[in-house]
């Protein structure tokens, strides 16, 4: 896995694998999902951090497992 983040434009990009985007589905307008042909690739997230959505925080369940 790999997450780019471009500060200037606010992009969150999370790659899961290098396998090529077969289709993007729209998750409402900031957020995409890249499908492979065996998953999700990646997510794009636009105005991440506008959105509330970076930087990532886990919560205290997932800090606790």
């Known amino acids: ?4 983040y471009d ?11 290098t396998e090529k985007i077969v289709r993007d589905v729209s998750l409402g307008w900031n957020v995409n999902v ?17 959105a509330g959505l970076f930087p990532l925080e886990l919560s205290k369940e997932l800090k606790a497992a």
């Open 34 to 50: 890249g499908m492979t042909a065996s998953g999700v690739g990646e997510i794009v997230v636009l105005d991440a951090k506008a």
């Open 1 to 4: 896995m790999k997450m780019q």
């Open 7 to 17: 500060e200037n434009d606010d992009i969150l990009v999370i790659e899961f694998t």
